[in-house]
């Protein structure tokens, strides 16, 4: 056994083919060392600057608000939340209880609401590159339940990931949707990547199947970020202008077949559609403002003020001129932290040790 295995390693070296490969790859990984490549992120995020940090998509709500959050622990991090709203147009629920749980490894999140609906995620570190990611909710009514599996692996200067929706055998055959992305940095200022989509809804309906391209440039004060899919274009552009100002525009295309398709009535041309979006992000001392315009004739904007240190007030508005309709919501966010948790937060600042995996 151990001739058989001292023969095998003395082919693989003596390889001329296997040697080729080995010295193409040293090769090409000295030369990524030399450029100092740094990760580029994800595809998923590749314009996190301007749709995540800028806009309101992820702030904006309708309605009033009441949050109160009872931290326990920083290290591990524990803690348990009580949200209430009413006039939400976004249709959140009444009441919703929520809790998580965090250590450098695992992030354990669950929410339950007044209308029944459960969900969780569950995430857990195996190294420091490789993150793995579930989602599971679980709500009233025929084809509500959603499952979701996110694997991320973070190298030096490239990140690859796998995702799959809903993923089942259960019907004879494969079924879901599942998603592989890839995004390399090529030069300190450039990142280039693709991403792939295969989905089935059910055995008696054939697959489809979509390629996305992504680039993702950056500046000392600027990203700018294009993504080119079938039937749809996106780009983005983000920049500081100061320490406390950030501003961002997106522009959104969308092609699709003319009404009648070829040869109708109406012509065999693209309907093209499509919406530019500027925003604006200004951080005060104790507070934060956020305003937006579309193409669409809807300008928003998102005040968020401190006025205590434990306490947060949120006013959101929403004007669209072409529809004459207009949303206006307000939120308090309290925390109750005691004496031994702020030293717990304070010892955690100077920690070296990583976050949670969220």
Same mark, same amino acid.
């Given at each position: 056994?151990?001739?058989?295995?001292?023969?095998?390693?003395?082919?693989?070296?003596?390889?001329?083919?296997?040697?080729?490969?080995?010295?193409?790859?040293?090769?090409?990984s000295?030369?990524?060392?030399?450029?100092?490549?740094?990760?580029?992120?994800?595809?998923?995020?590749?314009?996190?600057?301007?749709?995540?940090?800028?806009?309101?998509?992820?702030?904006?709500f309708?309605?009033?608000?009441?949050?109160?959050?009872?931290?326990?622990?920083?290290?591990?991090?524990?803690?348990?939340?009580?949200?209430?709203?009413?006039?939400?147009?976004?249709?959140?629920?009444?009441?919703?209880?929520?809790?998580?749980?965090?250590?450098?490894?695992?992030?354990?999140?669950?929410?339950?609401?007044?209308?029944?609906?459960?969900?969780?995620?569950?995430?857990?570190?195996?190294?420091?590159?490789?993150?793995?990611?579930?989602?599971?909710?679980?709500?009233?009514?025929i084809?509500?339940?959603?499952?979701?599996?996110?694997?991320d692996?973070?190298?030096?200067?490239?990140?690859?990931?796998?995702?799959?929706?809903?993923?089942?055998?259960?019907? #004879?055959? $494969?079924?879901?949707?599942?998603?592989?992305?890839? @995004?390399?940095? /090529?030069?300190? !200022?450039? %990142?280039?990547? +693709?991403?792939?989509?295969?989905?089935?809804?059910?055995?008696?309906?054939?697959?489809?199947?979509?390629?996305s391209?992504?680039?993702?440039?950056?500046g000392?004060?600027?990203?700018?970020?294009?993504?080119?899919?079938?039937?749809?274009?996106?780009?983005?552009?983000?920049?500081r202008?100061?320490?406390?100002?950030?501003?961002?525009?997106?522009?959104?295309?969308?092609?699709?077949?003319?009404?009648?398709?070829?040869?109708?009535?109406?012509?065999?041309?693209?309907?093209?559609?499509?919406?530019?979006?500027?925003?604006?992000?200004?951080?005060?001392?104790?507070?934060?403002?956020?305003?937006?315009?579309?193409?669409? #004739?809807? $300008?928003?904007?998102?005040?968020?003020?401190?006025? @205590?240190?434990? /306490?947060?007030? !949120?006013? %959101?508005?929403? +004007?669209?001129?072409?529809?004459?309709?207009?949303?206006?919501?307000?939120?308090?966010?309290?925390?109750?932290?005691?004496?031994?948790?702020?030293?717990?937060?304070?010892?955690?600042?100077t920690?070296?040790?990583?976050?949670?995996?969220?």
């Amino acid at each position: 056994m151990a001739e058989e295995k001292v023969t095998t390693m003395g082919f693989l070296e003596g390889n001329v083919i296997m040697t080729s490969i080995r010295d193409t790859y040293l090769a090409l990984s000295e030369r990524r060392e030399a450029l100092g490549l740094s990760n580029p992120g994800t595809v998923d995020n590749v314009a996190r600057e301007v749709q995540k940090d800028v806009f309101l998509k992820n702030f904006m709500f309708t309605g009033l608000r009441a949050d109160l959050t009872k931290p326990f622990s920083v290290q591990p991090l524990f803690q348990v939340s009580h949200a209430f709203a009413m006039g939400s147009q976004e249709g959140l629920p009444p009441y919703t209880f929520a809790t998580l749980y965090g250590t450098p490894k695992v992030f354990l999140q669950g929410n339950v609401d007044s209308d029944g609906s459960l969900s969780g995620r569950a995430n857990y570190r195996w190294t420091n590159a490789l993150v793995t990611k579930t989602t599971t909710q679980i709500a009233p009514g025929i084809g509500q339940a959603m499952f979701d599996l996110h694997n991320d692996y973070t190298g030096k200067d490239f990140t690859a990931s796998i995702k799959a929706m809903n993923p089942s055998i259960l019907e #004879g055959g $494969l079924t879901g949707i599942y998603i592989a992305s890839y @995004l390399q940095a /090529v030069t300190p !200022s450039l %990142a280039l990547g +693709l991403e792939t989509l295969w989905q089935r809804q059910a055995m008696n309906t054939g697959p489809d199947t979509a390629v996305s391209y992504v680039a993702k440039c950056k500046g000392n004060d600027w990203i700018a970020s294009a993504q080119i899919s079938p039937g749809a274009m996106n780009t983005s552009y983000w920049r500081r202008l100061t320490d406390k100002v950030e501003v961002g525009a997106d522009l959104n295309l969308q092609f699709q077949p003319g009404v009648g398709g070829r040869g109708g009535l109406m012509g065999s041309g693209l309907r093209k559609e499509g919406t530019t979006t500027l925003g604006a992000k200004y951080d005060f001392r104790q507070s934060t403002f956020r305003a937006q315009v579309d193409s669409t #004739g809807r $300008l928003s904007c998102l005040l968020e003020k401190r006025v @205590l240190p434990f /306490v947060q007030l !949120s006013f %959101a508005g929403e +004007l669209d001129q072409f529809k004459q309709q207009a949303k206006v919501g307000l939120a308090v966010s309290v925390e109750a932290p005691n004496e031994e948790l702020m030293d717990q937060q304070e010892k955690a600042a100077t920690s070296t040790a990583p976050p949670p995996p969220f």
